[in-house]
Structures are given as C-alpha cells and as structure tokens.
C-alpha cells in the first residue's frame, strides 16, 4: 500500500468548483503535496470578456499559490483547463474536451454547488442536484476512472441532533422533484417550497441532502466518497495561516464586528461554533480519494469534517477573542470600535439593539454622507448584513453531534508522514491563535489592509472613543438639565453636587500647596 503522494503520480484529476474557495485550495495543496500528478483539469465557467485562461491565470496569481509558486515552479503547466457550466446541458462541456476527459481522468473531485442559504429551490436544485446527476453520467464515461469524490456538507443532515456517516432517505424523491420543477412555475416552486424544506432551514441544506441520495442511487457503481464539512473558514496552517478570501460565513460576521458595525447577532453564545479551516476538509478529500481507490472499502466512505465534540469552542468564545483581537489590531476606517455581547438569543433584545444600533446610525450617516455630497451606503451594507445575520442565525442558535468512524479508520491506514502532510484531525487546533490568525487573515485577504497602517487604524480608534464618551457625557448633561429645570429635588441635588465638585478641587490646591512649602 503506497503513500497518498504515491498515488496520485501520473493520474489525471478533474475538479469541479475550481474557482471556489475550497477549490483553489484544493488545487493548490495537490499540485504542492503530489507533485508527481500527471495533470489538473479545473471545469472553468468563461465570464462577459474573460474567457477560462484568462479566469484560471488571475486564480494562479493570488497570494494562494505564492508558496507553490516557490516550491513547485512551473506547476502552470499541468493545470488545463475545461470550459464548462454545471447549469448547461452535458455541464457545458465540448466534445472534444469530453473526450479528453473521458480517455485521461482517474480522480474526480466535485465541489462545484452554490452556496448561498436563500437561493431559489429552481437554481438551488438545478447546481446541487441536477449537477450531480449530470457528473455521474458524464464520469460513468470515464475509462480510467478510481475515485470520484464528492463535497456535500456536515449540515445536509441538520433537522436531525445527532448524524451518522450514513445517507439518511430524504423527505422527497430527488428524480421525481427534478421532473417536476420542469413543468412548474417559478411560482410554483417557491409556493411549495416551505413545505418541501420541512423542518430543514434553507434550501441549501434541502438540496444537498437530495444530492447524496441521488448519488448514492444513480452512481452506486462508482468508486464513490462523501466528504461533509461545517463552516468552511480561514486555513489553519497551508498554505499560509489565516488565508481566507471570502465574506461568506463567519468571515463577514468578523469584519462586521471588527469595523463597528455588527452591535447584535441573534444567536446563543453557549452554542458550539462548528468553524473548520479549509486545509482541512481539503486535504480530508486528497486523502478519501487515496483510500477509496487504495484501500477500496466495501461501503461508501462519508467523513465529516466538523469540529463537534472533537474541540469545540462556543460562540461567545470565538466573539471574545475576535473582539479582543480587533480592539488591540484594529481594521482601517472603522464606523464605530469594536463590542463585545454582541450575540444573544433574547429575539426581543436582539431586536432592539438592531433597531437602535443598526437602524437608526444607518440612516443618520447617510443623511451626513448625503450633506456632504457623498453617495449614501451604510444603510444599504446594514441590509447586506441583516440578511447575511438571517441565513446564519439558525446555525448560531443550534449545535450538533457527528460521528467521526470514517475519520478515524481513513487516519489509521495512512503512513505516519501522510499524516503529517495531509491532516484532517482538528483537535491539534489551538483556538486562540487560529482565529487570531483568521481575522489578520481577514484584514490582509480580504480587505487587502496593509499592518504598516495599523498606528493610523489605532488613532482612529482613539478618535472614536473621545467621540463616544464626548457624546455620552453631552447627552447626559443636557437631560439633567432638563430634569433641573422641572424638579425641585433635582435642582437641590444639582447644587449639591457641583459643591462636592468645587470643595474637592480646593481641597486639591490646598493640599498641592502645603506639599509645596
């Protein structure tokens, strides 16, 4: 039995997804890892004025593949690219190339899905179901064909507490949904979609638990592998800490809470926040196609890839150390510092402190924004968030249980380096310093802020302190007025304080004196 990198010498991988964040990755750690794979073929959509070399040249130019770039020169030469589009009919993908395909690939990996919670159950089922449909017949074709590895995800499950590395039956027969969406309205399907999801949140989650239910039915003669990750975040070690170059997930909700923005977050703070880094999943699905094709196991392999009772963190955990992290390494031009207790699962308070902190400061910087002839925007980034808070609030207010025997069989069989190079246990994970990591990943990926600005972003800070307690002090002052002027009582006590004020500042300058003398 040969090592992980052993394997993959002289095959041919094809790669779903590849302009995805966990798809880059992906290539990234194979082609750096496995330098013996004979050939990466990413399926590539061609944007308006971009064709798919063009789209594969800028994914090989980001700070990604900087470390690739050093070890592996001239990997550029075995990524080839294939135009293709999972909504298309054969994925889009020509004759010519389908040939290709079909004589050289050995190893599949499928990404490829949208994953935006409130996309419509038409195009939600379309790119996570029909897709899959679509990449079972067209690696049905395939001649050499030894794994085909496809990434749902840990929650295509999550009506249920406690979730096996088994495909549970879904609610619906994915083919006879599939049939019936092509007659349907739009209207149709959005009009029954609520009764189809059920108790599950989205149809994210709906869609991709049909997905593996159709696979496991329509490609049951594959060499097929399952592997279900939780929240995808920032990488942990590779190719570089904290590397992360989305807002999806929990990366959106730092920057929002680093910049001042995010004041509340309807979730509950005791609720194991299931992050994964993405190098490991990533390298989780390397290794699944290694022991399908290697070890051949009698029943399909499903791995999840969470973090649940392996080492957890909760949710008040990881907003303590990311506000403690942005209030000492602030992000540039913040609206307002950074707060703690942000998350909170009262719906009555949470709707509040939207309301007073979100809401109302939205529509008042606009209004300066508008006085100084300047576009407004912070009422339409609040909304961009609401709806971001929204998609994410059931899986802030819920934890689960996941078993992990696949893990633990799949670690068992791999050679004390592949271990090393291809790791996917996450309970070495060091907490505070990953999301430490993770939100300097976020400030330098993301926003593509430089650390030599940190003193600036410091001194705005400052700034926003004295603005603050500046405000706070004038707000205070004005209502006592106010309540003087109509109390009695308040009055007296106004004058008696201002008396305790002046007796201790002579006090003060008596004392300096007689120190003096």
Known sequence: MGTVPEFYQGQSVF?????????????????????????????????KGQGVQERLNDIVNMKLFDRLRQERPGFESKLIPVQGDIMEPNLGISDTDTDLLRDTISVVFHVAATIKFDEQLR???????????????????FRQLKA????????????????????????????????????????????????????????????KQLAEHLLMEEGKDLPLAIIRPSIVGASWKEPVPGWIDNFNGASGLYVAAGKGILRSMHGQPNSVADIIPVDIPVNMIIAAAWYTAVIKPEKTLICHSTIGS???????????????????DPLDNCFRRPKAGIMTNNGFMHDYWVFVSHTIPAHLADLGFRCIGQKPRMVKIFSKLHKSMGTLSYFTCNSWDWTYNSLEMMSHQLSPEDKKTFYFDPRGLDWKTYLENYCLGAKQYILNENMSDLPAARAHLRRLRNIRYTFNTAVIVILWRILVARSEIARNLWYFIIGLVFKFVRYLRITSTIRRR
């Open 15 to 47: 790669v779903t997804g590849a302009t995805g964040f966990i798809g880059k990755v992906l290539i990234e750690k194979l082609l750096r890892c496995c330098p013996d794979v004979k050939a990466v073929y990413p399926l590539i959509r061609p944007r």
């Open 123 to 141: 195009i939600a089922l379309e790119l996570n179901v029909v897709g899959v449909q679509k990449m079972i017949r067209l690696c049905k074709t």
């Open 148 to 207: 085909f590895v496809h990434v749902s995800t840990a929650y295509a499950n999550c009506d249920r507490k406690y979730i096996e590395e088994i495909v549970y039956p879904p609610p619906i027969d994915p083919t006879k949904l599939i049939e019936s969406a092509e007659w349907m309205t739009d209207e149709m399907l959005d009009l029954i979609t609520p009764e189809l999801l059920g108790k599950k949140p989205n149809t994210y989650t709906f869609t």
């Open 310 to 328: 392996m080492n957890p963190i909760t949710w008040g955990e990881v907003e303590q150390v990311a506000i403690n992290y942005f209030s000492n």
